[in-house]
C-alpha cells in the first residue's frame, strides 16, 4: 500500500492528487486531520508519512558510554 502526506485545501485535494500522478478513478482512504495552523512543522509531516520508521530497526551506533564528557 503506497502512503502520500497532502498539504491541501479541501478543495485542491483532486488537484493535488492527480499532479501527484494519481489516476481519478483510483480508490484511495482519506483521513483527515483540520490543521489550524497552514505551515506543518516538519517533525509531524515527518512522523505522519512515516518515511522515517526503518530507524526504529536499525540498532544504535552510540551510547552514554561513549561520551567523553557528560553535559549538564
Not at 10 to 38: K, M, Y
Amino acid at each position: 500500500m503506497k502512503q502520500i502526506v497532502l498539504d491541501a485545501e479541501a478543495g485542491q485535494i483532486s488537484e493535488e492528487l492527480s499532479r501527484r500522478g494519481i489516476p481519478s478513478s483510483t480508490r484511495v482512504h482519506a483521513l483527515v486531520e483540520i490543521v489550524d495552523d497552514p505551515q506543518l512543522p516538519m517533525g509531524q509531516i515527518a512522523q505522519t508519512g512515516k518515511s522515517f520508521d526503518w530507524l526504529a530497526d536499525e540498532p544504535d551506533l552510540y551510547s552514554d558510554t561513549d561520551l567523553v564528557e557528560r553535559a549538564g
